[in-house]
């Protein structure tokens, strides 16, 4: 891969260029990257944050809600200035400033089965910083599909998980086949989250992008990994592809028209 670069871009990528890993070459991929955040809250503003500074190339963000001071204590992208304003925008706003040589796509929706397929075309990586069921397995499903690695992300009170979810590997249903059941999940509105918590996650799911644009490193195929920062740990846990599962096993269904995403988002095959 040809890069030509500027003295700015010189300057501003130097620390990546000076690695046997990255490089030129490796910078060039990623100012060539398109990558599609959804979500733009707690795990989606760290991650937004450092996949600009780094210079992905295409951003796409995705978030149908609007910035509440409530936000402010965790999603560190958005000022109070930003208070009412949509958070697809404030995150573009955001990045326009931090980095010019990223192009960002506000996309104010709530990704679902008639959107779904735009939102992730061409894209290279797609993070899951979401916050509800429905959309995670939306999201497996359809870059399961199209051949799209997902970094998953998840957070609760004091505890985070990640774990990448490439085509050749398990995916979201062999981890957790079915959603729990309404109401039996609660979320940080109710239950409340450490602030700090979804910057460590959504930086872990930022890396995953990263290694996979680079095509370096080993990434969390088939391993989730559960972070504690009251106890500051970090425990691996593997799993494995299921042989039934019904979008990456054999005999599975092989699009997402006829999946229900609402409750326990289960698949029959029957």
Same mark, same amino acid.
């Given at each position: 891969?040809?890069?030509?670069?500027?003295?700015?871009?010189?300057? &501003?990528?130097?620390?990546?260029?000076?690695?046997?890993?990255?490089?030129?070459?490796?910078?060039?991929?990623?100012?060539?990257?398109?990558?599609?955040?959804?979500?733009?809250?707690?795990?989606?503003?760290?991650?937004?944050?450092?996949?600009?500074?780094?210079?992905?190339?295409?951003?796409?963000?995705?978030?149908?809600?609007?910035?509440?001071?409530?936000?402010?204590?965790?999603?560190?992208?958005?000022?109070?200035?930003?208070?009412?304003?949509?958070?697809?925008?404030?995150?573009?706003?955001?990045?326009?400033?931090?980095?010019?040589?990223?192009?960002?796509?506000?996309?104010?929706?709530?990704?679902?089965?008639?959107?779904?397929?735009?939102?992730?075309?061409?894209?290279?990586?797609?993070?899951?910083?979401?916050?509800?069921?429905?959309? &995670?397995?939306?999201?497996?499903?359809?870059?399961?599909?199209?051949?799209?690695?997902?970094?998953?992300?998840?957070?609760?009170?004091?505890?985070?998980?990640?774990?990448?979810?490439?085509?050749?590997?398990?995916?979201?249903?062999?981890?957790?086949?079915?959603?729990?059941?309404?109401?039996?999940?609660?979320?940080?509105?109710?239950?409340?989250?450490?602030?700090?918590?979804?910057?460590?996650?959504?930086?872990?799911?930022?890396?995953?992008?990263?290694?996979?644009?680079?095509?370096?490193?080993?990434?969390?195929?088939?391993?989730?990994?559960?972070?504690?920062?009251?106890?500051?740990?970090?425990?691996?846990?593997?799993?494995?592809?299921?042989?039934?599962?019904?979008?990456?096993?054999?005999?599975?269904?092989?699009?997402?028209?006829?999946?229900?995403?609402?409750?326990?988002?289960?698949?029959?095959?029957?």
């Amino acid at each position: 891969m040809t890069l030509s670069l500027d003295a700015t871009q010189l300057d &501003r990528y130097s620390r990546h260029i000076i690695m046997d890993e990255v490089g030129p070459e490796g910078q060039g991929r990623l100012l060539s990257a398109r990558v599609v955040v959804v979500g733009a809250g707690g795990l989606g503003a760290p991650a937004i944050q450092y996949l600009a500074a780094v210079g992905v190339g295409e951003l796409v963000v995705v978030d149908d809600d609007a910035v509440e001071r409530s936000n402010l204590q965790r999603q560190v992208i958005h000022r109070d200035d930003d208070v009412g304003t949509p958070k697809a925008e404030s995150a573009a706003a955001f990045v326009r400033g931090l980095n010019p040589d990223v192009s960002v796509e506000p996309v104010e929706a709530r990704v679902d089965k008639s959107n779904v397929h735009e939102v992730v075309a061409d894209a290279d990586v797609v993070v899951d910083a979401s916050d509800n069921f429905p959309t &995670r397995y939306l999201l497996n499903d359809v870059c399961r599909f199209e051949g799209i690695p997902l970094v998953h992300g998840a957070i609760y009170k004091f505890e985070g998980q990640a774990t990448t979810l490439v085509p050749e590997g398990p995916c979201y249903r062999c981890l957790f086949p079915e959603a729990p059941e309404p109401g039996t999940v609660p979320d940080c509105a109710t239950t409340g989250v450490l602030g700090v918590l979804p910057g460590t996650v959504g930086c872990i799911q930022a890396t995953e992008a990263m290694k996979l644009l680079l095509d370096e490193g080993e990434v969390l195929d088939g391993r989730l990994l559960f972070y504690d920062a009251m106890d500051m740990t970090f425990e691996t846990v593997p799993y494995r592809k299921n042989p039934d599962c019904p979008v990456c096993g054999e005999g599975g269904v092989d699009s997402i028209e006829d999946i229900d995403y609402v409750e326990s988002c289960a698949i029959s095959l029957d």
